[in-house]
């Protein structure tokens, strides 16, 4: 009997080929995600010696919680004399540089308008620290002023740096998790990419990516580049991207940091739009060398940090619009472009993409709910609860986010920061 091949219709035939390209391109992650429920926490070996190293945070107008910040570093459980705070309070109009300096730190003001940007601020100032301060640190811890540290924090990322890594991300939790749907939504994500993403990493044996804030570099990278040769919008997933072509491998240690997440749609919409700007940078500077790192070389690390900062929502996106224009076209042709059982077809291939896209954050962070639960420091339980189920509409913005950030300019735009609260204030779920 013939093989009936007539319902390979050529939108079916698209259809096919989408989903089967989204899930071998995305089946990696599938894997980490069990890796990292199954094995759990990585474990490190104990360092055999203490480094010493420098703190760089740069500030913009951040009096409200940089002294908090030095102060949770002075705190640690790791010998002071061994670590030195440098901030550089950038083009601040407020009291920044004086409360750092009565916090402890040792303060750079710098007032180039014409450079804005993270990336910029950390270029001049690790450029002064190697000037004045030559062969001092082993290694530069990279944060933001609005973070806070675990007190075990330079401990635990010590033991990963004594093991030969050149660099290393930590653990990022939210200190303000209970402000918003959108402030969880973002700690749900990050817990995520520590759980199930950089420590299934580590587990194994591949390189990790550095996450905006809260990691370590060797100051042989620093030393190597006199300052911070990084300058898109997102200067983190850069270095990162530049590792994993090198062979650089990044480690992951479960040093547990707190940064502050944005409260309003509005401020998270901004931000998200640099990130995604930035990955597009990243992507059509690095794109062809990830691809030859991987093809040629067989780094895995080069196809993991490609499928980053790829735009994935953008090929759902497409998906669906091929779709619904097959839909409007074959339904004004009356029968003579598309049948009945084919536009129903395409009907049912919208509804499916997005009730898979739902299923999937939905799932993600149900499972980060469960198995991160003791990082969670909230006490609304039932913003914790309510959050799985917004979680999945936070990630669906990333699509007209996506859209955008290909066609609009976009510039550097420092984060407001508010949320001053201490170490202990954080653990009891104060914020």
Known sequence: MPLDLSHLTPIVIFNFIVGALFSLCFLYQ?????????????????????????????????????????????????????????????????????????????????????????SWVMDYGFDRILNEYPGRYEGFFIFDADNLLSRDYVSIMN???????????????????GSSWISAAYATWFLREARFLNNARMICGTSCAVSGSGFLVSAKIIEGMHGWDFHTL??????????AIHGVRIGYAPAEFYDEQPVTFAASWKQRMRW?????????????????????LRRFAAYDLFMTIAPGNLLSLVSVLVNLTFMIVG??????????????????????????????????????????R???????????????????????TY???????????????????????TLDQVMDGVK
């Open 234 to 243: 997102t200067e983190d997933i850069q270095f990162s991207t530049f590792c």
């Open 276 to 296: 995604t700007k930035g990955f597009y940078q990243v992507l059509f500077t690095y794109g062809a060398h990830l691809v030859k790192s991987f093809v040629i």
């Open 331 to 372: 339904s004004l042709s009356h029968g003579f472009l598309a049948t009945d059982r084919e536009l129903n077809m395409c009907l049912g291939s919208i509804i499916m993409t997005f009730l898979s896209m739902y299923g999937t954050f939905f799932t993600a962070g149900l499972f980060t709910t469960i198995f991160e």
């Open 399 to 421: 699509i007209p986010i996506t859209v955008a950030a290909l066609f609009l300019k976009v510039d550097w735009v420092p984060t407001r920061h508010g949320v001053s609260v």
């Open 374 to 396: 003791k990082h969670i420091h909230c006490q609304s339980k039932l913003r914790v609860i309510a959050n799985v189920f917004t979680f999945p509409l936070f990630m669906f």
């Open 30 to 118: 599938v894997v980490f995600f069990l890796v990292g429920m199954i094995n759990g926490e990585v474990k490190l070996p104990r360092a055999k010696r203490l480094h010493r190293y420098a703190f760089f945070i740069a500030a913009h107008n951040e009096e409200a919680v940089i002294a908090n910040l030095v102060q949770s570093i002075r705190d640690q459980d790791y010998p002071s004399e061994l670590i030195d705070i440098f901030v550089v309070a950038d083009a601040c109009t407020d009291d920044t540089a004086r409360v750092a300096r009565e916090a402890g730190a040792i303060v750079y003001e710098r007032h180039d308008l014409a450079r804005k940007g993270k």
């Open 159 to 177: 033991d990963g740096f004594d093991a030969g890594y050149l660099a290393l991300t930590s653990y990022r939790n939210s200190k303000n998790f």
